[in-house]
DNA sequence: GATGACTGCCC
DNA sequence: ATTCTGC
DNA sequence: GCAGAATGGGCAGTCATC
């Protein structure tokens, strides 16, 4: 075993103490077996490969571990293997931030076990080449990997991918034993067929929904799994019902899919009293809403009566078939399983759809432009973007993302996604567990963490909060801002402060009372003038930004820790370009006056797609550089914000609505 | 019964 | 979910 | 390249309290 302890087989969602408790006695099992005669670390390395791909196929500790007391590597591939009724983890996709870079995945990817020194991928391949690998590819210590990301980067399409001398299991350790770097690879290179033949994708559109692996079990009981493996069964009694009927042989098998809520085509009923939700939606009808919508589904007394109307009526985009009658079909390739999805299910009007997708087989370099039209036109479905999938290789039940699904999601892409400048208000120290003491913590408890952004509304003359952000800043960064707004880093820990010793808080008092003291510190006695001369002229620069309190303009509900003086304008990511993804907030209330805004606004709000009592934020909200080219009031306003939510969408037009809804 | 803090789980 | 860091 | 840390958004549900 390696010496990293005990997480390296089960997930961190399962590093509880009794979870984390029988990773230790794997990993001791693991490490007994390392010391049995004859163990090379090879060996070793495969068995624990061999325990984490049985774990992700059956996630129960309790089997696993009992089968490794019991019969060691060979009880745990007896006992752990697929069973009906019994989630796996669900295959998942590597995110690529562009088309290029998914090209470049795709072009090196492959799939998990490659067979006697060929992998499947090259099954696409007819020609079939072999060569050794040359000397030049000196970084390669079988890790294909390496090999392949440095091949394509060092010319862009040719295709050379190294199958390493282990992937025949037992072949490989005797090989290995003794080999100088890549002297027993074997290489597919770049023969005109590979490359013009490399690329073998469906490209499928990524829902924006709750991810959901559907068990059929004999006697048409069906059980439906959450991406984390939670049986939410109860909370879809219509996805059951669903999948029955879409079912064409009552056979037992495993779906994967996606849950996505949609406006119900039958809910013409109440259309009078219901006004609040008319607008636009008549001509929406039977289409796919935003993930939001889904959150409101219930999740308790959910029945098939009251599912669509009461909840939130949903549709189910199936998208793979990983089990049907007696059989996994986990190792087939892709474009098999879909094939018997397509035979197994049908699809069932408002109900239930394979997901919407179009296989790419072309040379890299067609590629790219028909990834791009892919991906657009998957946004123009309301999709969160792309998913691209390797036809050719098999599911991957794993807590690792796969190289063979990569996504695209069109909020990574530099030209689609929308950036926000903000302005900076305030901060807060904590995350968001209010109990959990207010210090920043952990490997950031010496610098403001999240940090807390707000648009400025030139109208009204108000920042108003707009999200906190915590991703995306570097250490450097955190070090260098906590220092420009709070004139220095914060301390943490009495040795810190002893070697520091400079006066101020309390030294060895208590250790939990000191919050204020030992933050404050500056700010405390500076005081008043100071902070008023900061206020003035907000240029300052070195002492710090931090205010006593809310400076003049700031509008949020959020209580930050620290307040900051408006000042610099910053670049901040979330995924925003539609409604689907920009979302009502009740933290952030920028809109509290926007009935009496001018224009744009105060017709989303009117038209309902802004809620007047709530604001705005950001889903997914990350740092992603200094504006110093802006300034405030060229920052985004909470206008800006609100007519994402009309990009995608047709304007429509209502004017009559607005007197509904303001009557 | 309404309000609000807190949890847990979705993304 | 996202991102950065350290091994 | 991977594991791990720190924490974003919302919502339904639960429980305590007014």
């Not at 996504?407 to 995350?431: A, F, Q, R």
């Amino acid at each position: 075993m390696s010496e990293r302890g005990p997480s390296q087989i089960l997930p961190t969602s399962w590093q509880s103490y009794q979870s984390r408790a029988s990773a230790t006695l794997i990993d001791a099992q693991l490490y007994s077996i390392s010391k049995r005669e004859g163990a090379t670390p090879d060996a070793v390395r495969s068995a624990q490969e061999e325990v984490r791909h049985c774990y992700a196929l059956r996630p129960d500790v309790r089997v696993l571990v009992e089968a490794l007391l019991e019969d060691g590597i060979k009880g745990v591939k007896q006992r752990c293997t697929l069973h009906l009724g019994v989630p796996m983890q669900p295959m998942l996709a590597k995110a690529c931030t562009s088309i290029q870079e998914l090209l470049k995945r795709i072009l090196g990817s492959m799939p998990h076990k490659a067979k006697r020194g060929w992998c499947e991928w090259c099954e696409w391949c007819d020609a079939g080449c072999r060569v050794q690998v040359p000397a030049s590819f000196g970084e390669y210590k079988y890790n294909r990997r390496l090999l392949i990301s440095r091949s394509v980067s060092e010319s862009s399409l040719q295709l050379c991918v190294v199958v390493a001398p282990k992937s025949g299991r037992g072949a490989g350790r005797e090989s290995r034993k003794g080999a100088s770097e890549g002297e027993h690879a074997v290489m597919l290179h770049g023969c005109g067929i590979c490359v013009s033949r490399t690329v073998q994708t469906a490209n499928a559109c990524k829902y924006d929904g709750q991810r959901a692996q559907i068990h059929v079990l004999p006697g048409s009981t069906v059980k439906i799994f959450s991406r984390k493996l939670d049986d939410m069964t109860y909370k879809y009694p219509d996805v059951v019902k669903a999948v029955l009927r879409s079912s064409r042989m009552q056979v037992p098998c495993v779906l994967d899919a996606e849950i996505v809520a949609v406006v119900p085509k039958e809910s013409n009923t109440g259309e009078a009293e219901s006004s609040k939700d008319l607008e636009g939606k008549d001509s929406t009808k039977g289409s796919i809403e935003a993930f939001q919508s889904l959150a409101t589904r219930k999740r308790k007394n959910v029945t098939e009566a009251n599912a669509a109307t009461a909840s939130v009526a949903v549709k189910v985009f199936l998208f793979d078939l990983l089990f049907l009658g007696e059989e996994p079909l986990i190792s087939l390739p892709f474009h098999h399983r879909r094939e018997k999805l397509r035979q197994s299910f049908a699809e069932v009007e408002d109900l239930v759809a394979y997901a919407e997708a179009e296989d790419l087989e072309g040379s890299a370099g067609t590629a790219e432009a028909t990834l791009e039209a892919a991906l657009r036109r998957s946004v123009a479905m309301s999709c969160e973007g792309l998913m691209v999938k390797h036809l050719g290789s098999g599911y991957e039940p794993s807590t690792k993302r796969s190289d063979c699904w990569l996504k695209l999601k069109k909020d990574y892409v530099e030209s689609m996604g929308d950036s926000l400048d903000l302005p900076l208000c305030g901060k807060l120290t904590v995350g968001r567990i209010p109990i959990g003491g207010w210090r920043g913590s952990g490997r950031k408890s010496r610098w403001v963490s999240p940090w807390l952004l707000a648009t400025y509304d030139p109208v009204e003359g108000t920042f108003g909060s707009v999200c906190r952000v915590m991703s995306g800043f570097s250490d450097q960064f955190y070090k260098e801002n906590t220092i420009r707004y709070l004139g220095r880093e914060l301390q943490v820990g009495g040795k810190v402060e002893e070697a520091h010793e400079g006066g101020l808080a309390a030294s060895s008092g208590g250790e939990e009372a000191d919050e204020e003291e030992d933050i404050e510190v500056e700010s405390a006695d500076s005081a008043a003038a100071e902070e008023e001369a900061r206020f003035m002229s907000s240029r300052s620069g070195s002492v710090g930004m931090q205010l006593r309190s809310k400076a003049e303009g700031v509008e949020t509900l959020e209580q930050p820790r620290f307040w900051f003086q408006p000042s610099e304008v910053w670049e901040i990511r979330g995924a925003a370009a539609d409604p689907a993804l920009l979302v009502n907030c009740p933290r952030h209330h920028h809109f509290s006056k926007a009935f009496g805004c001018e224009g744009r606004l105060a017709f989303l709000v009117m038209s309902c797609l802004v809620d007047p009592k709530r604001g705005l934020s950001l889903r997914f909200p990350r740092f992603i550089r200094k504006r110093e080219d802006k300034r405030l009031d060229q920052a985004t306003t909470p206008q800006q914000l609100a007519e994402l939510c009309l990009q995608p969408r047709a304007l429509f037009e209502v004017p009559e609505k607005m007197d509904l809804k303001h009557s």
